[in-house]
């Protein structure tokens, strides 16, 4: 009784399923299956399968799998009839299988695996429907897995809110809504990976940069001029192209590029991303190469934020707090700086970077989106992927239209050995544009410095002005105590006064010791630098091979070698206390072993006397007293042997009087013109000291309105 109401039960829940088998028994699917492998055989006899016939092929193995499944399961149909409708089947797959034998771009479209595309899902429906069985819905895609990110506390800098408050209303740009991709001859194929591995195996000599138009001037400021290579950029934007990697080498402009490129595109505002060691350069650049758009840096909270700025920048280490709003903000650009930084796709800095691309991309159909590096990859060629994603290029499962249309044109598939060529040219012209200094030799100085200004941290930056307001404050006293005891009153500054008193505590003629004071100052400066220093170095490092870096005191040394091996650069320290034999093992390594990256000098012990110019790019850590000095360290790269262009990177912290020293050295030097036009030009004598304290006190007594 029980078994008999059980199979009643049964027979209830499932008509529609009795239904539908009668239809399949009736021969109403088999022979639709049957006309549609006709029909591909066809399309591939006369020539590549077209798209439908490829849509039909995918559709109809998919179907064939299905129907062998029910028919096998179906406890209703007898032997003989289950044997006959399996014969069937087996013939419809072997009308697919030669047909795919004919062109292999079909091979992969058989397989179990294949993720089916929209076109072949079409098909399938409107087999079932013509077959007369009724179709299931559709299923919904399933979401993409939601990466749950701990944020720090979130905030919002008042001017932001200000801004939002000023501009509720950011409507979506809809002019060129973005197209889905539609593979073709490329349906089935798992992409990204052959993409990838087109950079290894696709190589034919030539450089990874695309075609690049004549160049353009008319955003370029009066005064300045833009090498060639960095004008031909410019002239690429100005064609309507809008996303790039930007891989030139260090020393090629790359900052000045992207600046102008956000003119050109007029993607205002801008959101620079970068490491916090160049990000008061971005700044300062911007007002050079762009003059008529408002900067503002992101510090800490953002409290001195100007949330109305053309141009915001802001460092990876404060990101995170910042995320919330930076989406919500309206940028029509992004410039992403040293982009290898974010190579892990599932760290939180490439996370938030990737998010607020994502939202940049999703309210304009054209923002401007560059990544910089010089190196784009560090240690795999998987490191495209995160760079790729920001770009737009790919969505982490397959390539854009864009680059998707680019790859169906090749008429090819992974499985031609042609195709890895074809694929790494057609990412290429997405926007990647490398340039190395040999490229580009003829258009760029022989000796380049360029000052890289800092922002120290929060404790050093505020004990080095205490340290320098006490100075100043003792100098404006003796220059009161002075002015005090004379017979007639001075009206305004009294220079040779100012001369005097600085000479004065230069050589300590108080007797109080004083002169020892702004060594102080400057080595406690050099200290809180080294290891910022020490960290572009390693960037350089990454990007341009080996690298010289100078620092002027032990200690900022110690600082400087520490944090290389942090970063993983193997280093060798070149100094006065080592033994000749130990001195030139150590440049014998730098210059010999390509495992050392960074060779960490004395500006006092290693700035004469030895040849390192294996490297052409140097940091100077620790700024000099005197040009002559600064000057020797340079030519240990800069010299005959030399077959590159030497670039100097000056770390300069903003704010102390350390830009006082940087300025003094190119006024009295000369060395503005030798960075621009390689002119050798004679050292001088001035005392930097001196300079530096008479500007001191100079700035001091003009701040209290002597002036």
Not at 196 to 219: I, K, N, Q
Not at 292 to 306: E, W
Not at 378 to 395: C, K, M, S, T, V
Not at 534 to 562: C, N, P, T
């Amino acid at each position: 009784m029980a078994d008999s109401q059980g199979a009643g039960t049964a027979t209830a829940e499932r008509p529609e399923q009795r239904q539908q088998q009668q239809q399949r028994r009736e021969g109403g699917i088999i022979p639709r299956l049957a006309r549609a492998a006709r029909e591909v055989e066809g399309s591939v006899q006369r020539g590549a399968a077209s798209r439908s016939a490829r849509a039909k092929l995918q559709a109809a193995a998919m179907l064939v799998r299905e129907e062998r499944a029910r028919v096998k399961a179906d406890a209703t149909l007898g032997h003989e009839r289950r044997a006959e409708e399996l014969k069937r089947l087996d013939g419809v797959a072997l009308i697919l299988g030669k047909a795919a034998s004919r062109d292999p771009s079909l091979l992969p479209l058989l397989g179990e695996g294949a993720p089916p595309s929209a076109a072949a899902q079409d098909a399938r429906r409107t087999m079932l429907q013509a077959a007369g069985i009724e179709v299931e819905p559709e299923p919904q895609p399933e979401p993409d897995p939601v990466v749950t990110i701990e944020l720090e506390r979130q905030v919002v800098p008042t001017s932001v809110t200000a801004q939002q408050l000023a501009n509720p209303f950011l409507a979506p740009d809809l002019d060129s809504p973005r197209r889905a991709p539609k593979p073709d001859r490329l349906a089935g194929f798992d992409l990204l990976d052959p993409l990838f591995h087109s950079f290894e195996y696709g190589a034919d000599g030539t450089a990874a940069t695309m075609e690049l138009p004549d160049r353009v001037d008319r955003f370029t400021p009066r005064g300045l001029e833009l090498m060639q290579h960095q004008a031909q950029l410019i002239g690429a934007v100005s064609d309507g192209h809008r996303s790039f990697l930007l891989a030139d080498e260090p020393g090629l402009g790359k900052t000045a590029q992207a600046l102008l490129s956000a003119e050109a595109a007029n993607a205002f505002p801008l959101l620079v991303v970068s490491p916090a060691v160049v990000k008061m350069n971005w700044a300062r650049e911007a007002e050079r190469w762009i003059p008529g758009r408002t900067v503002s840096i992101v510090q800490g909270d953002g409290a001195a934020l100007d949330g109305f700025a053309d141009v915001i920048v802001i460092n990876y280490e404060v990101l995170d707090r910042h995320v919330g709003w930076l989406r919500k903000h309206g940028f029509r650009g992004l410039v992403v700086d040293e982009a290898h930084f974010i190579k892990n796709t599932t760290s939180k800095r490439s996370r938030h970077v990737l998010d607020i691309a994502s939202s940049i991309r999703a309210r304009h159909a054209q923002p401007l989106l560059m990544a910089l590096t010089g190196t784009p990859l560090i240690n795999d060629i998987e490191d495209f992927r995160a760079i790729w994603q920001l770009l737009g290029w790919i969505d982490g499962r397959q390539p854009n239209a864009q680059l998707t249309d680019a790859l169906e044109a090749t008429h090819l598939t992974p499985m031609d050995s042609a195709f890895y060529r074809a694929a790494r040219h057609a990412v290429v012209d997405m926007g990647i544009v490398r340039r190395r200094k040999v490229d580009v030799a003829a258009d760029i100085p022989a000796r380049t410095i360029a000052d890289l200004p800092v922002e120290l941290e929060a404790a050093a930056a505020r004990s080095i002005r205490e340290a320098e307001r006490e100075l100043a404050a003792r100098l404006v006293q003796r220059y009161d105590r002075a002015v005090a005891n004379r017979a007639e009153p001075t009206h305004g500054i009294d220079h040779d006064l100012v001369r005097r008193i600085a000479t004065s505590e230069v050589d300590g003629d108080d007797g109080a010791g004083t002169g020892e004071n702004v060594f102080r100052l400057v080595r406690q400066i050099g200290t809180a630098k080294a290891a910022l220093a020490a960290d572009y170095a390693a960037q350089l490092a990454r990007s341009a091979g080996k690298v010289v870096l100078f620092a002027k005191h032990v200690d900022a040394m110690d600082i400087a070698e520490r944090t290389l091996a942090e970063r993983g650069m193997k280093t060798v320290s070149i100094r006065g206390d080592q033994t000749p034999t130990a001195r030139q093992a150590a440049i014998d390594a730098f210059v010999n072993d390509d495992s050392v990256s960074v060779a960490v000098c004395s500006l006092t012990a290693a700035g004469i006397g030895i040849n390192l110019q294996v490297a052409s790019n140097m940091v100077l850590a620790e700024l000099s007293w005197t040009d002559a000095e600064q000057t020797q360290a340079i030519d240990r790269i800069h010299r005959i042997g030399q077959s590159m262009p030497v670039t100097v990177w000056r770390i300069v912290a903003a704010h102390t009087v350390d830009t006082r020293i940087a300025e003094l050295l190119d006024s009295k030097a000369g060395l503005a013109q030798a960075a621009l036009d390689g002119i050798e030009q004679d050292a001088t004598s001035v005392d930097m000291r001196l300079e530096t304290l008479v500007g001191l006190l100079e700035q001091s007594l003009r701040e209290r309105g002597d002036a």
